[in-house]
């Protein structure tokens, strides 16, 4: 009578016949390596649960190599998977394999090793035999975002996967460093409370979380020389690819797809080379300047090559914006010196002259502060700067009053930078409040009232610039409610509506509001995506970044979105 697969592999084992290595002893009278069969399927090993009910105890298992990362320089090994599955859902028929044994998919093969509960990943490490025994085939199994209800990605761990819905990039932060990318079925994600939607934040929430899935390059090398989904083109936020397959693993408290292969991307979002025409004879700017710094080893650049590689981007970006008046945000607290020294390198690029500068009379004493630069040649302004002196500004306003050259209505321009949404030092009512807001919501309202209360003592406010709020959070609404219309929800299609990603999320941060009569002058408004959308790797850092993917263009010249409005002063 046949031994059956245990037996023979429990025999083995009490004979001693593994070496240190792992390979069995060599005896006149051994099967060879492939007429060893398995102990256990791989469903067995996987289990229903979360971890291996075998974990702990050495196995053997056959299965079709579906995923190869073998590398040194890759995971260190490789997925299988069963071809010939139980008809139990709730087990995984696939399994990590933690060797550096050269194998390829298609592979059949047989494997011993160790079960192993590895950061949440069920593998088999160290594998102590790898026998390649013939080849195989396995059809990826199929599967849909937002799974079914019920359905949970454990089922498909280590298991070849299959996306036939177009995926769409939501963010591209961590590609650079990591070779990942957070793909979103059913369009981007936007921040829940940013736009209007049915039932809670909470249920907002989940259901981003349920049509986002984390794809990686198969790589544990952190900044590669040469960054994954960067030929021809560095992928965008926005763009996307259809049928994507890969092994579904888990790693770093989530599940995430090591494609097999790595995808191309449609360049469904691709680069703008200039804003939108917002018309107007006077277009006003707002831009986040992503610390702005003379001063060396601060916020912003570490080293005079860095510092002008920001400055290149810098100016760049102001010149395809083109305003003639805009408000900048996170420009260094020191003085005039380097406000001076950007619109200095502006006005080389641009024309001597061509624009000139505003800094306020309480510049407060944060870090960064607010300022304005415009072109004399088509407005000039309209008595001296003015700023608040309320206390619940950390970086006061810029209040300056402006009139076309040529004639027509005056418009006052507030420049703003509300309290970040960081959550350090915040006590109180500043405590994130768990509605989807953050900390220092709170100040973000009371600095949004003194706006208010601002904004009725001028001429034809209009408020603009980082209020670190989204469209539909507390500070926006009580702009609002005091008479300020929000241009962006005017002119500005859903879709398009943001200037900053974060965690995966697209909002709309940068704000433009007008008052009601100026409201009836704007021509335009768009919002320039330039930098929300491209990845960290293309700034002007040097650390990690490698020098092939630095230009001196707009791209990534800070990390939100430049908005523009037009205004018909006539």
């Known amino acids: 009578m046949r031994r059956s697969a245990a037996a023979t592999f429990a025999a083995v084992l009490s004979a001693g016949l593994l070496t240190a290595a792992g390979t069995t002893a060599a005896r006149a009278d051994d099967p060879a390596p492939c007429e060893t069969p398995a102990t256990h399927q791989i469903a067995e090993v996987q289990g229903a649960g979360d971890a291996s009910p075998l974990a702990g105890q050495t196995v053997r298992v056959e299965g079709v190599v579906t995923g190869d990362f073998h590398g040194a320089d890759q995971l260190k090994g490789f997925f299988v998977q069963d071809p010939t599955p139980d008809a139990d859902p709730a087990t995984s028929d696939g399994v990590f394999v933690y060797s550096t044994k050269a194998v390829k998919a298609g592979d059949r093969v047989l494997v011993t090793g160790k079960v192993t509960e590895y950061n949440g990943l069920t593998e088999l490490s160290p594998a102590t035999a790898v026998d390649v025994c013939g080849t195989g085939t396995v059809e990826p ?21 299959r996306y036939p819905q177009r995926l769409t990039v939501s963010e591209t932060y961590d590609l650079g460093r990591y070779g990942e ?21 909470a249920d ?70 200039k804003p939108r025409n917002v ?22 650049a570490n080293t005079a090559a860095e510092q002008e590689r920001q400055l290149a981007k810098l100016v760049a970006a102001v010149k395809g914006l083109n305003p003639d008046v805009a408000g900048l945000m996170e420009v260094e607290n020191n003085g005039d010196t380097a406000i001076k020294a950007l619109v200095d390198k502006l006005n080389e690029a ?7 500068w505003v800094t306020g009379p309480n510049p407060g004493t944060d870090a960064i502060h607010v300022a304005l630069i415009y072109k004399p040649a088509k407005v000039r302004p309209v008595g001296a700067a003015g700023s608040s002196d309320v206390a619940v500004f950390e970086r006061p306003p810029l209040v300056q009053t402006f009139q076309p050259v040529r004639g027509g209505k005056r418009f006052t321009v507030i420049v703003n930078h ?14 994130d409040q768990k ?43 009580t702009l609002e409610a005091g008479g300020l219309v929000e241009q962006a929800k005017r002119f500005i299609p859903a879709r398009d509506r943001y200037s900053y990603v974060f965690d995966g999320l697209a909002g709309e941060l940068d704000h433009v509001l007008a008052g009601k009569a100026l409201s009836k002058r704007v021509t335009g408004t768009t919002i320039w995506h330039i930098n929300a959308d491209e990845a960290t790797f293309l700034d002007y850092n040097t650390e990690y970044n490698q020098p092939q993917y630095y230009a001196p263009d707009p791209y990534r010249s800070s990390d939100h979105d430049p908005a523009l409005i037009g205004l018909d002063l006539r």
């Open 279 to 300: 018309g107007g004879d006077v277009k006003v700017g707002s831009f986040n300047t992503l610390n702005w710094f003379t001063t060396l080893n601060q916020r912003g």
């Open 435 to 477: 509605d989807g807001q953050s900390c220092f919501n709170a100040r973000r309202v009371a600095q949004a009232n003194a706006i208010v209360d601002l904004a009725r003592t001028v001429e034809n406010p209009l408020v603009l610039g980082d209020l670190n709020a989204y469209g539909e959070e507390d500070p926006i609404k």
């Open 181 to 201: 990318l957070t793909l979103s079925a059913g369009g981007r994600l936007f921040q829940p409370t940013d736009r209007r939607h049915k039932g809670t934040e």
């Open 350 to 356: 641009v024309g001597a002259g061509t624009y000139t």
């Open 418 to 431: 509300f309290k970040s949404k960081g959550c350090t030092g915040a006590t109180g009512a500043d405590t």
């Open 141 to 161: 199994a199929r599967v849909t975002l937002p799974l079914p209800k019920g359905v949970t990605a454990e089922r498909y761990e280590g298991v070849l996967v």
């Open 204 to 273: 907002a929430e989940a259901a981003n979380a349920a049509r986002t899935l984390l794809i990686d390059d198969g790589s544990n090398v952190q900044n590669p020389a040469t960054v994954p989904y960067s030929s021809p083109q560095v992928v965008r936020s926005g763009d996307s690819t259809r049928g994507l397959t890969g092994v579904l693993t888990y790693g770093f408290g989530t599940y995430l797809l090591e494609p097999t292969p790595l995808p191309a991307f449609d360049r469904t979002n691709p680069r703008p080379a």
